[in-house]
């Protein structure tokens, strides 16, 4: 189909984009250790080394950007970085000392006040403090950066003014644009809600299940690259630094309203629906992607839920939380570990996650970009073949790609 090259070609610039994280990566990590390939050691000579929420690498001074474009030659360290080259990074040493002056030990801030933390111990798996001996790995600070809390951490005061974002906006009026030209003139809402849909009832519901499957699954591949991709990159940089800075400040996310908080998917909605313009697609595939767009938002709402007390929470929501989405409980194994139970919707497909996550580490951000790219764009080959072989046509037909 002539018309399907357009979707290759936006598949192919995801995958050449995603492989350029990858390149990118290797390039900053040469120029930035090659003089000392000691800091290029400190991911496993010191606890939490990749869990300061905007560091990549504790032992410079946060200013990359700064040096990659200024006429500094020589990569700036912090006062951290220099301990540690006194130090040989020893962490015995090194966790009893103040090296920002602000009051704090290194290992107050690194999440190790007591100094117990040893080499070697992230190899014991699992999260547990009789394995890995650091107290903590959420609200770690910079120990090259002195340190203030914000005093809302893990506080409900009143709810936050947040400026609405254009670009979210412009996001939101596309999203209902494309959906109500679906309803008036694609079907859209005899696929939803009537038997006339040429889609079976047997087959919306796999497909509905099949979309909670799906979504739970891609929010936690989505999770686990926001969660370790540096703030500094763009386009995905800005959203990292919200995902990481949430470990800092937990309950900022209940501090705003819904909307805002959910607004974030409507950014992936405008990419789902690009795609789904771009080529020729089944109504199978748009009413599995339009469930995909409701699943997005349930996740959304089901994390921001995990942060609330029970007390302040609707029965319904409870209810919910009992019997299909992400409960507290489950996702503070999160909080407390940042090294598995990525998924937000209902946390089952971690069965599936975790074990990958144990293969390739949630810190090859960029490795997991190209397979968040793959699993994306997996559906959509799938209608392609489909369509192909004229496999789904006497069940859904071809949407009208001009609606």
């Not at 050691?41 to 905007?54: G, I, Q, T, Y």
């Not at 995909?292 to 609707?314: C, I, K, M, Y």
Request: some cysteine; glycine content about 6%.
């Amino acid at each position: 189909m002539r018309q399907s090259r357009w979707v290759i070609g936006f598949f192919a610039l995801s995958l050449t984009c995603s492989f350029l994280l990858i390149l990118e990566r290797e390039i900053r990590e040469y120029f930035a250790f090659r003089d000392r390939p000691l800091f290029r050691e400190l991911v496993n000579k010191v606890p939490n080394a990749r869990h300061v929420w905007f560091a990549w690498n504790l032992a410079d001074t946060n200013n990359y950007l700064l040096w990659l474009f200024g006429k500094d030659k020589m990569y700036q360290i912090g006062l951290f970085g220099y301990h540690a080259l006194m130090t040989n990074a020893s962490w015995k040493a090194l966790c009893t000392m103040d090296s920002d002056k602000d009051g704090l030990s290194n290992g107050v801030e690194l999440g190790d006040p007591c100094c117990h933390w040893e080499p070697g111990a992230l190899a014991s798996g699992d999260f547990e403090i009789r394995h890995n001996l650091e107290y903590r790995r959420w609200l770690v600070s910079h120990p090259s950066h002195p340190t203030k809390r914000n005093k809302h951490v893990h506080s409900f005061p009143q709810m936050e003014d947040v400026p609405w974002s254009v670009v979210k906006m412009a996001a939101f009026a596309f999203m209902i644009l494309q959906l109500s030209l679906w309803f008036a003139f694609g079907g859209l809402g005899d696929d939803l809600f009537t038997r006339k849909s040429p889609l079976s009832t047997g087959l919306r519901a796999f497909l509905i299940v099949l979309s909670f499957l799906y979504m739970d699954l891609s929010s936690g591949v989505i999770h686990l690259i926001l969660d370790y991709a540096p703030p500094f990159l763009p386009i995905i940089g800005g959203l990292a630094g919200g995902f990481r800075y949430h470990h800092e400040d937990p309950t900022a996310i209940c501090r705003i309203s819904w909307f805002e908080y959910a607004s974030h998917t409507h950014l992936l909605a405008v990419v789902v629906l690009f795609v789904l313009r771009l080529g020729p697609h089944s109504r199978g595939l748009r009413f599995f992607w339009v469930w995909g767009l409701v699943w997005s938002h349930l996740f959304q709402s089901a994390h921001r839920w995990t942060h609330f007390p029970p007390d302040e929470l609707h029965w319904w929501v409870t209810g919910l939380q009992r019997m299909l989405v992400l409960s507290h409980e489950r996702h503070m194994e999160h909080h407390q570990d940042l090294e598995k139970q990525f998924t937000i919707l209902s946390g089952h497909t971690d069965l599936i996650l975790d074990p990958l996550v144990k293969l390739l580490p949630a810190a090859h951000y960029d490795y997991w970009c190209v397979i968040g790219v793959l699993w994306f764009f997996l559906p959509v080959f799938v209608d392609l073949w489909l369509l192909s072989d004229e496999k789904m046509s006497s069940a859904s037909g071809k949407v009208d790609d001009k609606v």
